[in-house]
T-cell receptor, first 111, second 115 residues
Framework: EDQVTQSPEALRLQEGESSSLNCSYT??????LFWYRQDPGKGPEFLFT???AGEEKEKERLKATLTKKESFLHITAPKPEDSATYLC????????????FGKGTTLSVSS | NAGVTQTPKFRVLKTGQSMTLLCAQD?????MYWYRQDPGMGLRLIHY???????AKGEVPDGYNVSRLKKQNFLLGLESAAPSQTSVYFC??????????????FGQGTRLTVV
């Protein structure tokens, strides 16, 4: 059973068409939830960390929110350069230090 | 701004051969990790280290060994490569999560093919 589930697996948007990516998690004690962006052939690049329900973080066209069971990455008026795979990861108190990743959502934005 | 550097970037091995992947970080991070990324599987933790001289197993440790002789370096070894180890390998490093600055920085990856 996956502890971190991302949906949808793939998302195609037109430039300017806002949408949201979902990350649901089932870990018992959440230390933090992380969002990363990964471009083809590159390593993941850090975007946000959220620590408690109700917290929100913003960066340019991206806004991340957190509830007790899931996180959303809202993309407002996306541009083609936002095309990438977005990874969600959680870190548990009990499991030590390493991040547990979801499988990612691949976003394609066309002009 | 080197960050996390992995060498080599690409490698093709024959079944049964051995090799070592090198990861170096210049951010004075205590924690270092090795992940593998496969299509449809996401990033999976192989081994990690919370400090110089310490290592621990992750989710998929079989067939791999690691060493952390220096704080800035984390080596991943394959003693007898198998086709199932064909993957993209990522190294990452971070401060302790208890410090409140727990985000991990990733290298650019090593694409390994075992034939």
């Amino acid at each position: 059973e996956d502890q971190v589930t991302q949906s949808p697996e793939a998302l195609r948007l037109q430039e300017g068409e806002s949408s949201s990516l979902n990350c649901s998690y089932t870990v018992s004690g959440l230390r933090g939830l992380f969002w990363y962006r990964q471009d083809p052939g590159k390593g993941p690049e850090f975007l946000f960390t959220l620590y408690s329900a109700g917290e929100e973080k913003e960066k340019e066209r991206l806004k991340a929110t957190l509830t007790k069971k899931e996180s959303f990455l809202h993309i407002t008026a996306p541009k083609p350069e936002d095309s990438a795979t977005y990874l969600c990861a959680v870190q548990e108190y009990q499991a030590g230090t390493a991040l547990i990743f979801g499988k990612g959502t691949t976003l394609s934005v066309s002009s | 701004n080197a960050g996390v550097t992995q060498t080599p970037k690409f490698r093709v091995l024959k079944t049964g051969q051995s090799m070592t992947l090198l990861c170096a970080q210049d951010m004075n991070h205590e924690y270092m990790y090795w992940y593998r990324q496969d299509p449809g599987m996401g990033l999976r933790l192989i081994h990690y280290s919370v400090g110089e001289g310490t290592t621990a197993k992750g989710e998929v440790p079989d067939g791999y060994n690691v060493s952390r002789l220096k704080k800035q370096n984390f080596l991943l070894g394959l003693e007898s490569a198998a086709p199932s180890q064909t993957s993209v390998y990522f190294c990452a490093s971070s401060y302790p999560y208890s410090s409140g600055v727990g985000k991990a920085f990733f290298g650019q990856g090593t694409r390994l093919t075992v034939v």
